[in-house]
Protein backbone atom coordinates (compact mmCIF):
# COMPACT_ATOMS: atom_id res chain seq x y z
CA UNK A 1 0.00 0.00 0.00
CA UNK A 2 1.48 3.40 -0.69
CA UNK A 3 1.65 5.70 1.89
CA UNK A 4 -1.06 8.16 0.51
CA UNK A 5 -3.34 4.64 0.85
CA UNK A 6 -3.23 4.92 4.95
CA UNK A 7 -6.07 5.96 6.66
CA UNK A 8 -4.19 6.10 9.95
CA UNK A 9 -0.98 7.45 10.75
CA UNK A 10 -0.65 4.92 14.17
CA UNK A 11 -2.78 2.00 16.21
CA UNK A 12 -2.89 0.25 19.42
CA UNK A 13 -4.83 -3.19 19.96
CA UNK A 14 -5.71 -4.95 23.43
CA UNK A 15 -6.08 -8.58 23.64
CA UNK A 16 -9.32 -10.19 26.30
CA UNK A 17 -9.12 -13.67 27.64
CA UNK A 18 -12.91 -13.76 26.87
CA UNK A 19 -16.38 -11.73 25.64
CA UNK A 20 -17.47 -10.41 29.00
CA UNK A 21 -13.85 -8.33 29.25
CA UNK A 22 -14.33 -7.44 25.57
CA UNK A 23 -17.82 -6.03 26.19
CA UNK A 24 -17.14 -4.06 29.04
CA UNK A 25 -14.12 -2.76 27.61
CA UNK A 26 -16.09 -1.67 24.90
CA UNK A 27 -18.60 0.26 27.00
CA UNK A 28 -15.83 1.88 29.05
CA UNK A 29 -13.94 3.15 25.83
CA UNK A 30 -16.99 3.87 24.12
CA UNK A 31 -17.94 6.57 26.76
CA UNK A 32 -14.12 7.53 27.61
CA UNK A 33 -13.05 11.36 26.96
CA UNK A 34 -9.88 11.67 25.81
CA UNK A 35 -7.61 14.31 26.21
CA UNK A 36 -6.72 15.62 22.49
CA UNK A 37 -8.87 12.98 21.03
CA UNK A 38 -12.32 13.37 18.94
CA UNK A 39 -14.24 10.14 17.23
CA UNK A 40 -13.59 10.51 13.81
CA UNK A 41 -16.56 7.76 12.94
CA UNK A 42 -18.81 5.58 14.56
CA UNK A 43 -16.82 2.33 16.16
CA UNK A 44 -17.04 -0.68 13.60
CA UNK A 45 -18.30 -3.53 15.80
CA UNK A 46 -16.71 -6.60 13.55
CA UNK A 47 -17.93 -8.74 16.52
CA UNK A 48 -21.62 -8.51 16.34
CA UNK A 49 -21.72 -8.12 12.52
CA UNK A 50 -18.78 -10.11 11.20
CA UNK A 51 -17.23 -9.87 8.21
CA UNK A 52 -17.60 -12.19 5.79
CA UNK A 53 -14.22 -12.92 5.83
CA UNK A 54 -14.46 -14.55 9.08
CA UNK A 55 -12.66 -11.43 10.33
CA UNK A 56 -13.93 -10.46 14.31
CA UNK A 57 -12.56 -7.31 15.75
CA UNK A 58 -14.00 -3.72 17.23
CA UNK A 59 -12.55 -0.59 16.20
CA UNK A 60 -12.35 2.88 17.71
CA UNK A 61 -11.32 5.66 15.07
CA UNK A 62 -10.09 9.16 16.30
CA UNK A 63 -8.76 12.46 14.90
CA UNK A 64 -5.99 14.00 17.25
CA UNK A 65 -6.86 17.12 18.06
CA UNK A 66 -3.50 19.90 18.44
CA UNK A 67 -2.47 23.32 17.88
CA UNK A 68 0.34 22.19 15.56
CA UNK A 69 -0.96 22.07 11.71
CA UNK A 70 1.49 18.92 11.60
CA UNK A 71 0.03 16.73 13.98
CA UNK A 72 -3.68 18.10 14.05
CA UNK A 73 -6.45 16.09 12.41
CA UNK A 74 -3.99 12.61 12.44
CA UNK A 75 -6.02 9.74 12.45
CA UNK A 76 -5.81 7.13 15.24
CA UNK A 77 -7.23 3.65 15.18
CA UNK A 78 -7.76 1.60 18.58
CA UNK A 79 -8.47 -2.36 18.01
CA UNK A 80 -10.05 -4.69 20.69
CA UNK A 81 -10.52 -8.42 20.58
CA UNK A 82 -10.48 -11.51 22.33
CA UNK A 83 -7.68 -14.04 22.71
CA UNK A 84 -10.17 -16.73 20.04
CA UNK A 85 -10.52 -13.95 17.87
CA UNK A 86 -6.46 -12.81 18.22
CA UNK A 87 -5.30 -16.01 17.55
CA UNK A 88 -7.48 -16.56 14.23
CA UNK A 89 -5.92 -12.78 13.02
CA UNK A 90 -2.40 -14.07 13.45
CA UNK A 91 -3.24 -17.46 12.04
CA UNK A 92 -4.35 -15.97 8.84
CA UNK A 93 -0.75 -13.99 8.28
CA UNK A 94 0.62 -17.37 8.89
CA UNK A 95 -1.84 -19.03 6.28
CA UNK A 96 -1.07 -16.03 3.77
CA UNK A 97 3.24 -17.80 3.97
CA UNK A 98 2.03 -21.21 3.00
CA UNK A 99 -0.79 -20.12 0.37
CA UNK A 100 1.62 -17.49 -1.06
CA UNK A 101 -1.59 -14.89 -0.88
CA UNK A 102 -2.87 -12.15 0.30
CA UNK A 103 -5.56 -14.18 2.89
CA UNK A 104 -6.05 -10.63 4.87
CA UNK A 105 -7.41 -8.72 1.82
CA UNK A 106 -9.94 -11.73 0.56
CA UNK A 107 -8.00 -12.67 -2.20
CA UNK A 108 -6.11 -15.78 -3.26
CA UNK A 109 -6.58 -19.14 -2.56
CA UNK A 110 -10.09 -20.06 -2.34
CA UNK A 111 -9.93 -23.04 -0.34
CA UNK A 112 -7.80 -21.41 2.86
CA UNK A 113 -10.14 -18.34 2.52
CA UNK A 114 -13.24 -20.95 2.80
CA UNK A 115 -10.95 -22.90 5.68
CA UNK A 116 -10.70 -19.88 7.73
CA UNK A 117 -14.36 -18.03 6.69
CA UNK A 118 -15.40 -21.50 8.63
CA UNK A 119 -12.71 -21.65 11.06
CA UNK A 120 -14.18 -18.01 12.90
CA UNK A 121 -17.51 -18.90 12.51
CA UNK A 122 -16.64 -22.19 15.27
CA UNK A 123 -14.85 -19.83 16.81
CA UNK A 124 -17.74 -17.00 17.31
CA UNK A 125 -20.34 -19.78 17.99
CA UNK A 126 -17.92 -21.26 20.82
CA UNK A 127 -18.00 -17.48 22.25
CA UNK A 128 -21.60 -17.70 21.65
CA UNK A 129 -21.73 -14.42 19.28
CA UNK A 130 -23.03 -13.81 15.94
CA UNK A 131 -21.26 -15.84 12.96
CA UNK A 132 -20.73 -14.09 9.02
CA UNK A 133 -24.17 -14.16 7.38
CA UNK A 134 -23.14 -17.01 5.15
CA UNK A 135 -23.40 -19.18 7.90
CA UNK A 136 -26.10 -18.01 9.85
CA UNK A 137 -28.66 -21.29 9.05
CA UNK A 138 -25.18 -23.59 9.98
CA UNK A 139 -26.68 -26.31 13.42
CA UNK A 140 -23.48 -27.51 15.33
CA UNK A 141 -23.36 -30.94 12.53
CA UNK A 142 -22.98 -28.81 9.80
CA UNK A 143 -20.26 -26.72 11.29
CA UNK A 144 -18.25 -30.55 11.57
CA UNK A 145 -19.85 -32.33 8.87
CA UNK A 146 -18.10 -28.73 6.76
CA UNK A 147 -14.43 -28.52 8.72
CA UNK A 148 -14.13 -32.14 8.30
CA UNK A 149 -14.41 -32.29 4.82
CA UNK A 150 -11.95 -29.37 4.05
CA UNK A 151 -9.58 -30.13 6.56
CA UNK A 152 -9.97 -34.20 4.68
CA UNK A 153 -9.31 -32.75 1.22
CA UNK A 154 -6.36 -30.04 2.17
CA UNK A 155 -4.86 -30.75 5.22
CA UNK A 156 -4.82 -27.35 6.87
CA UNK A 157 -3.80 -28.00 10.11
CA UNK A 158 -0.95 -30.33 8.86
CA UNK A 159 0.18 -27.94 6.85
CA UNK A 160 0.26 -25.29 9.74
CA UNK A 161 1.86 -27.49 12.58
CA UNK A 162 4.52 -28.60 9.68
CA UNK A 163 5.74 -24.99 9.06
CA UNK A 164 5.31 -23.90 12.75
CA UNK A 165 7.73 -26.96 13.73
CA UNK A 166 9.70 -26.39 10.79
CA UNK A 167 10.76 -22.97 12.03
CA UNK A 168 14.18 -22.48 13.14
CA UNK A 169 14.94 -19.12 15.85
CA UNK A 170 18.23 -17.55 15.90
CA UNK A 171 19.70 -16.28 18.67
CA UNK A 172 17.45 -16.85 20.94
CA UNK A 173 18.29 -16.60 24.26
CA UNK A 174 16.86 -14.29 27.57
CA UNK A 175 15.92 -11.18 27.20
CA UNK A 176 15.63 -8.48 29.13
CA UNK A 177 13.79 -5.04 28.87
CA UNK A 178 14.36 -3.70 25.79
CA UNK A 179 14.41 -3.58 22.61
CA UNK A 180 14.24 -6.55 19.84
CA UNK A 181 14.89 -6.13 15.87
CA UNK A 182 12.88 -9.46 15.01
CA UNK A 183 13.10 -9.95 10.93
CA UNK A 184 11.79 -13.82 9.28
CA UNK A 185 13.43 -15.15 6.30
CA UNK A 186 9.89 -16.56 5.34
CA UNK A 187 11.48 -18.92 2.21
CA UNK A 188 14.14 -20.58 4.76
CA UNK A 189 11.72 -20.71 7.64
CA UNK A 190 13.58 -18.36 9.96
CA UNK A 191 13.16 -16.19 12.38
CA UNK A 192 16.40 -13.68 13.66
CA UNK A 193 16.50 -11.63 16.64
CA UNK A 194 18.76 -9.18 17.55
CA UNK A 195 18.43 -7.61 21.13
CA UNK A 196 19.13 -3.64 22.18
CA UNK A 197 19.10 -2.29 25.68
CA UNK A 198 16.36 0.25 26.70
CA UNK A 199 18.87 2.98 26.19
CA UNK A 200 19.99 1.78 22.69
CA UNK A 201 16.88 2.58 20.74
CA UNK A 202 18.98 4.63 18.39
CA UNK A 203 20.98 2.23 17.32
CA UNK A 204 17.89 0.11 17.21
CA UNK A 205 16.25 1.83 14.79
CA UNK A 206 19.16 2.54 12.59
CA UNK A 207 20.11 -1.28 12.42
CA UNK A 208 16.21 -2.20 11.89
CA UNK A 209 16.37 0.88 8.74
CA UNK A 210 19.19 -0.93 7.73
CA UNK A 211 17.13 -4.04 7.58
CA UNK A 212 14.16 -3.03 6.05
CA UNK A 213 16.01 -1.83 3.14
CA UNK A 214 17.31 -5.05 2.30
CA UNK A 215 13.94 -6.73 1.98
CA UNK A 216 12.26 -7.32 -1.64
CA UNK A 217 9.44 -9.49 -3.29
CA UNK A 218 7.63 -9.95 0.10
CA UNK A 219 10.33 -12.62 0.85
CA UNK A 220 10.86 -11.32 4.49
CA UNK A 221 9.54 -8.82 6.89
CA UNK A 222 11.52 -6.89 10.18
CA UNK A 223 9.76 -5.19 12.88
CA UNK A 224 10.93 -3.57 15.26
CA UNK A 225 9.47 -4.04 19.21
CA UNK A 226 9.96 -2.99 22.78
CA UNK A 227 10.09 -5.83 24.65
CA UNK A 228 10.95 -7.45 28.44
CA UNK A 229 10.94 -11.14 27.09
CA UNK A 230 10.90 -13.83 25.08
CA UNK A 231 7.31 -15.01 25.80
CA UNK A 232 5.93 -11.73 26.07
CA UNK A 233 7.71 -10.78 22.38
CA UNK A 234 6.09 -14.28 20.72
CA UNK A 235 2.41 -13.83 22.67
CA UNK A 236 2.63 -9.92 20.76
CA UNK A 237 3.98 -10.90 17.17
CA UNK A 238 2.89 -15.08 16.74
CA UNK A 239 2.42 -14.68 12.83
CA UNK A 240 6.47 -13.68 13.12
CA UNK A 241 7.01 -16.49 14.79
CA UNK A 242 5.08 -18.93 12.76
CA UNK A 243 3.47 -19.93 15.91
CA UNK A 244 -0.03 -20.77 15.09
CA UNK A 245 -0.52 -23.39 18.14
CA UNK A 246 -3.27 -21.81 20.48
CA UNK A 247 -5.33 -21.94 17.10
CA UNK A 248 -4.24 -25.33 15.85
CA UNK A 249 -5.47 -26.30 19.67
CA UNK A 250 -8.91 -24.59 19.25
CA UNK A 251 -9.69 -26.73 15.90
CA UNK A 252 -8.26 -29.89 17.29
CA UNK A 253 -10.99 -29.30 20.32
CA UNK A 254 -13.66 -28.58 18.36
CA UNK A 255 -12.84 -31.98 16.16
CA UNK A 256 -12.46 -33.89 19.28
CA UNK A 257 -15.72 -32.83 20.35
CA UNK A 258 -17.52 -33.57 16.54
CA UNK A 259 -16.30 -36.98 17.06
CA UNK A 260 -17.41 -37.38 20.49
CA UNK A 261 -21.29 -36.52 19.68
CA UNK A 262 -20.50 -38.75 16.16
CA UNK A 263 -21.22 -36.10 13.56
CA UNK A 264 -18.03 -37.47 11.88
Known amino acids: MGLGGLQDIGGARFVFEDIPSLLAAQKIIASARLEHFVADRD ?22 VSDNDDYDGLRVELQIRTRLQHDWAMAVETGELISKSPLKAS ?33 EQDYCVSYAKLDKAYKFLDQLQALVRAVKITDEHALKMGYA ?42 VLVSVSDMKELQDAYPSYF ?9 LQDFNSMCKAKKYI
Open 43 to 64: PYDYVKYPKESGYRSIHFAYKY
Open 107 to 139: MGDEHWLEFFKLASAVFAKKEGMPVAESFSGYS
Open 181 to 222: VVLIQFEEKMVQLRHYDVDALEEATKYYSEVEKTIKDDKAAV
Open 242 to 250: LNAGEFIQS
